[in-house]
C-alpha cells in the first residue's frame, strides 16, 4: 500500500530564512510524487512534481524538492521564504492515474 | 491559469438527506477526481471518472455514493443518504489526457447535522 508521512505538523520560520518540509514515502514502485500548497480558502495548489529523471526538480514560487530513493524521501526547499508562503502544505505519492496519497500536512508559519 | 469551480462553498444538510455536490471542470480536461478531507484527517481519494464511466474508485466510495457527467460541463458526486460522518471538504480535480498537471477546485465544506 501506498501511504505518505510528513513528520512536521507546524513549522514556523522567519522572513528571508530557508524551508524545509520533510516527506517520506512509501511506495511498491516508482513513484510520482507531488507537493502541494494550500491557503485558507483555497484549493489545493500544485508546486511541483517527480516522475522520472532529475533528481532535484524545481516549482512554482521559488520552491524545489529532491528525490532520494534510498531515503524514500521528497523534501520541499526554498532558500528564502516570504510572507506570502505562509500555508498548509502537502506531500503526495501515486502513479500515472492520479490516484493520490497525501500527507497529513505541514502547516508552515512565517513570522516578521 | 483555468480553474476548476466547485458549488456550493459550504453546504449543510441534515442526516438521510441526499445531497449533490457541482464542479465544473476545465473545458479541455477528460480525466475527473473526487477527493476528501476530514477535519484533522488526510486528504483521501473518492473516484476517478474517465470516458463516462469510473475508473477507479477508493473503499470510501460505497453505494451511498455516485458521480456523474450529466452534460459537457458539470461533474457531480451525489451522497445518496447522508451520514454524519459525511461531514468534510470535498475537493474536484480534472486533468488533460495528456498533461501531468491535475488541478484542484477550492472544495465545498459539506457538513451533515
Known amino acids: 500500500a501506498q501511504s505518505v508521512t510528513q513528520p512536521d505538523i507546524h513549522i514556523t520560520v522567519s522572513e528571508g530564512a530557508s524551508l524545509e518540509l520533510r516527506c517520506n514515502y512509501s511506495?511498491?514502485?516508482?513513484?510520482?510524487l507531488f507537493w502541494y500548497v494550500q491557503s485558507p480558502g483555497q484549493g489545493l495548489q500544485l508546486l511541483l512534481k517527480?516522475?522520472?529523471?532529475?533528481?532535484l526538480v524545481q516549482g512554482i514560487k521559488g520552491f524545489e524538492a529532491e528525490f532520494k530513493r534510498s531515503q524514500s524521501s521528497f523534501n520541499l526547499r526554498k532558500p528564502s521564504v516570504h510572507w506570502s508562503d505562509a500555508a498548509e502544505y502537502f506531500c503526495?505519492?501515486?502513479?500515472?492515474?492520479?490516484?493520490?496519497?497525501f500527507g497529513a500536512g505541514t502547516t508552515v508559519t512565517v513570522r516578521a | 491559469e483555468p480553474e476548476v469551480t466547485q458549488t456550493p462553498s459550504h453546504q449543510v444538510t441534515q442526516m438521510g438527506q441526499e445531497v449533490i455536490l457541482r464542479c465544473v471542470p476545465i473545458?479541455?480536461?477528460?480525466?475527473f477526481y473526487w477527493y476528501r478531507q476530514i477535519l484533522g484527517q488526510k486528504v483521501e481519494f473518492l473516484v476517478s471518472?474517465?470516458?463516462?464511466?469510473?475508473?477507479?474508485k477508493s473503499e470510501i466510495f460505497d453505494d451511498q455514493f455516485s458521480v456523474e457527467r450529466p452534460d459537457g460541463s458539470n461533474f457531480t458526486l451525489k451522497i445518496r443518504s447522508t451520514k454524519l460522518e459525511d461531514s468534510a471538504m470535498y475537493f474536484c480535480?480534472?486533468?488533460?489526457?495528456?498533461?501531468?498537471?491535475?488541478?484542484f477546485g477550492s472544495g465545498t465544506q459539506l457538513s451533515v447535522l
Open positions: 503526495a505519492v501515486g502513479a500515472w492515474d492520479y490516484k493520490l496519497s
Open positions: 471518472f474517465y470516458n463516462n464511466e469510473i475508473s477507479e
Open positions: 473545458s479541455n480536461h477528460l480525466y
Open positions: 511506495y511498491g514502485a516508482t513513484p510520482y
Open positions: 517527480y516522475f522520472s529523471g532529475d533528481t
Open positions: 480535480a480534472s486533468r488533460e489526457v495528456t498533461n501531468e498537471k491535475l488541478f
